[in-house]
């Protein structure tokens, strides 16, 4: 009797366990994910960041001044900007401008995995 009570207390609990899948969840998650945009997300980054250094006229710099330049550079722009800032290749330059936060350089991240889009 009491093995019995137990099965009908546990059989429950593992039917909810199998239809908790977390790959469905990173499927459904993935799904809904917010796509990143050069004109929505990357230039206000780029603008905040690395004005005036690299926008002309008063940048002396590469220019990243529209989406075909910043969508150029956008692999050395994430190396830069994710190295120690005590490297003298950190961007931007300690003492002209604070460093991106995490959530800015995983923005650029993943508008480079998604593509770039414009």
Not at 2 to 22: A, G
Not at 62 to 82: G, T
């Amino acid at each position: 009797m009491k093995k019995l009570k137990l099965v009908l207390l546990i059989l429950p609990f593992s039917i909810v366990l199998m239809n908790c899948n977390s790959t469905k969840k990173g499927a459904e998650y993935k799904a809904v994910e917010k796509k990143i945009s050069y004109n929505n997300d990357i230039k206000p980054i780029i603008a905040n960041s690395c004005t005036p250094c690299h926008m002309p006229p008063q940048g002396r710099k590469e220019p990243f001044e529209n989406y075909a330049q910043v969508k150029e550079h956008i692999a050395s722009i994430i190396e830069r900007v994710k190295l120690p800032q005590d490297n003298r290749k950190f961007m931007p330059p300690v003492n002209k401008k604070p460093a991106l936060t995490e959530a800015e350089v995983a923005v650029l991240v993943k508008w480079q995995e998604q593509g770039m889009q414009e």
